[in-house]
Antibody, heavy 120, light 110 residues
Framework: EVQLVESGGGSIKPGGSLRLSCTGS????????MSWVRQAPGRGLEWLGRIKRKTEGATTDYTAPAKGRFFVLRDESTNTGFLQMNSLKIEDTAVYYC???????????WGQGTLVTVSS | QSALTQPASVSGSPGQSITISCSGT?????????VSWYQQYPGKAPKLIIY???NRPSGVSNRFSGSKSGNTASLTISGLQTEDEADYHCSSYTTSTTLVFGGGTKLTVL
């Protein structure tokens, strides 16, 4: 069974940077697609970006609002995924989820989420 | 890439069937059979219940079924149970090599 655990959330001021981590058991991150999805309070899910499996070049894709500010990273040696978030805005306040899947389709495993609050 | 369109809420009585729609464009829902549906309880992470339009992961009740026609996908829940009361989200792969979600639908079982 795949288990994902996010960490690194918290409170931060606008303009700051934050790096979220995702550790996994029962999964080797270099063998799957890892995505980050967020959910603002009372809102729907928003896909942010992903990193493909190593055999597909570990290439990344991002949604337009995230491109240039958010970066999906992976450390194979520790089997840890990351979401680097820069120039944070108040509207980035959300629960951030790490997910894994086998391709362009579904995210079949999700972490419990970590809350990021951007406030002055 | 605009979010897919879902009704904000639907409701039904125990035992009834309901259908939740997910409308997109020919750049997402209509372009691929990579439509997924997720169930989410308050304060919990989403759970995959349908993938590739109509496939159920192991362990998901066969009361959940999915379909697609053109640019609109649908999730049908038959034999509604009180435990089905949750939020439901659709998603689709897009021609921009990204994924997009719908706004989510709150299901109330009366």
């Amino acid at each position: 069974e795949v288990q994902l655990v996010e960490s690194g959330g918290g409170s931060i001021k606008p303009g700051g940077s934050l790096r979220l981590s995702c550790t996994g058991s029962g999964v080797t991150f270099s063998d799957v697609y890892m995505s980050w999805v967020r959910q603002a309070p009372g809102r729907g899910l928003e896909w942010l970006g992903r990193i493909k499996r190593k055999t597909e070049g570990a290439t990344t894709d991002y949604t337009a609002p995230a491109k240039g500010r958010f970066f999906v990273l992976r450390d194979e040696s520790t089997n840890t995924g990351f979401l680097q978030m820069n120039s944070l805005k108040i509207e980035d306040t959300a629960v951030y989820y790490c997910t894994t899947g086998t391709g362009d389709g579904p995210s079949d495993s999700w972490g419990q989420g970590t809350l990021v609050t951007v406030s002055s | 890439q605009s979010a897919l369109t879902q009704p904000a809420s639907v409701s039904g009585s125990p035992g009834q069937s309901i259908t939740i729609s997910c409308s997109g464009t020919n750049s997402d829902v209509g372009a691929y059979n990579y439509v997924s549906w997720y169930q989410q309880y308050p304060g919990k992470a989403p759970k995959l219940i349908i993938y590739e339009v109509s496939n159920r992961p192991s362990g998901v009740s066969n009361r959940f079924s999915g379909s697609k026609s053109g640019n609109t996908a649908s999730l049908t829940i038959s034999g509604l149970q009180t435990e089905d009361e949750a939020d439901y989200h659709c998603s689709s792969y897009t021609t921009s090599t990204t994924l997009v979600f719908g706004g989510g639908t709150k299901l109330t079982v009366l």
